[in-house]
Nanobody
Framework: EVRLAESGGASVQARGSLKLSCAFSQLSLKRLYMAWFRQAPGKEREGVAGFGKGEITYADAVKGRFAISVEASDVDAGNGTLYLEMNNLEPEDSGIYYC???????????????????WGQGTQVTVSS
């Protein structure tokens, strides 16, 4: 069973930094497509950063400030951690951040909610001005 578990959310001041983690298990590391999404109160969930097939995609709002990366810890078990490093945070970055995964996602859908069947429970990020 695929498992995703986010952590690292916190309350920070504007222009601060945070690094989110998403521990995953039972994913094929040879066919790994993962992404970070966020959802602010009253707004739809939106894609922030995604990767797959050696390609990385960022939403325009976070380009140059956020960085997505992945680290495998047990290839046989399909375990590892997805990261989202966030710098120069703005109040508009506040929301619940989710990680998502699938074994294949087309390039045009890397930041689309509907493209991912597996999701974590989310971690709260609050940025105050």
């Amino acid at each position: 069973e695929v498992r995703l578990a986010e952590s690292g959310g916190a309350s920070v001041q504007a222009r601060g930094s945070l690094k989110l983690s998403c521990a995953f298990s039972q994913l094929s590391l040879k066919r790994l497509y993962m992404a970070w999404f966020r959802q602010a109160p009253g707004k739809e969930r939106e894609g922030v950063a995604g990767f797959g097939k050696g390609e990385i995609t960022y939403a325009d709002a976070v380009k140059g400030r956020f960085a997505i990366s992945v680290e495998a810890s047990d290839v046989d078990a399909g375990n590892g951690t997805l990261y989202l490093e966030m710098n120069n945070l703005e109040p508009e970055d506040s929301g619940i951040y989710y990680c998502a995964a699938d074994s294949w996602v087309g390039a045009s859908a890397r930041l689309k909610v509907h493209a991912y069947p597996w999701w974590g429970q989310g971690t709260q990020v609050t940025v105050s001005s």
